[in-house]
């Protein structure tokens, strides 16, 4: 099938640094060649006309006769990035699911690369106490099950699912203002605070419920403007719940 002829050109090591060269900058072959390093002009242009052939690079016709990458190559590219987080991770996704994260979020998933992965109920206990002890004004909250430690933010925006309303939602509603919405179900956890910092932590194969033994925390700006992205998701699509403590 064509797009396995596709899978095999762009599974060479050169070939993808060619296109993520040629993502950021048009370049001749001799300008590639200099980026690329210890490789002779004769492969570099091998390795070009077989991207070539499959419509992934062009050649400008305007003076210069730089190379670019098409329309498709861009897009092929722009997959690079997913692929290259899940991969790097790939023993911790062997055994979790993404399968909340919508399709229109998974390019960007990527942001979590710098991000640390954490395991041990003790260390992910140390990071989280302090994430949620040390917000100031606002913490983002989406979890099945709270959380026993103090809160000092002002106000929480929190998604959960009904049966934790069911059981009663025991919080400090005197000296933090909730904001409450409902999911039927939720697998995911994520926890971001006002100083930034962020947790994820996705369900496991053997239970939809997070999994609270190994999380992904971040103290990046592009990690966290994408958990606030994946929470945003999950908020304008839950259903708002108007928090009476007296009723709980």
Known sequence: MEYSKIFSEISNPIRIKLLLILNEKKSTISELKDEIGDISHSEISRHVGRLAKHDLITKES???????????????????????FFLSKSEYF?????????????????????????????????????????????????????????????????????????????????????NVHTLPEVHLCIIISDIGQGFIFFPNLESSSPDFNSGF????????DYLKRVFNYFWQNSKEFIFDPRSL
């Open 62 to 84: 305007i003076p210069g006769r730089k190379y670019e990458l098409t329309h498709f190559g861009r897009i092929l590219v722009k997959l690079f990035g997913p692929l290259e």
């Open 217 to 224: 925390y971040s103290i990046e700006s592009e990690a966290i």
């Open 94 to 178: 062997k055994n979790h699911k993404i399968d909340d994260i919508p399709e229109s979020l998974l390019h960007g998933i990527e942001n979590l690369k710098t991000s640390e992965l954490i395991l041990g109920t003790g260390s992910l206990l140390s990071k989280g106490k302090d994430l949620l002890e040390l917000a100031n004004e606002k913490l983002f909250v989406m979890t099945n099950d709270l959380f026993t430690f103090e809160i000092a933010a002002k106000e929480v925006d929190l998604i959960i699912p009904p049966k934790m309303l069911k059981y009663g939602l025991k919080v400090d509603h005197e000296k933090t203002k909730y």
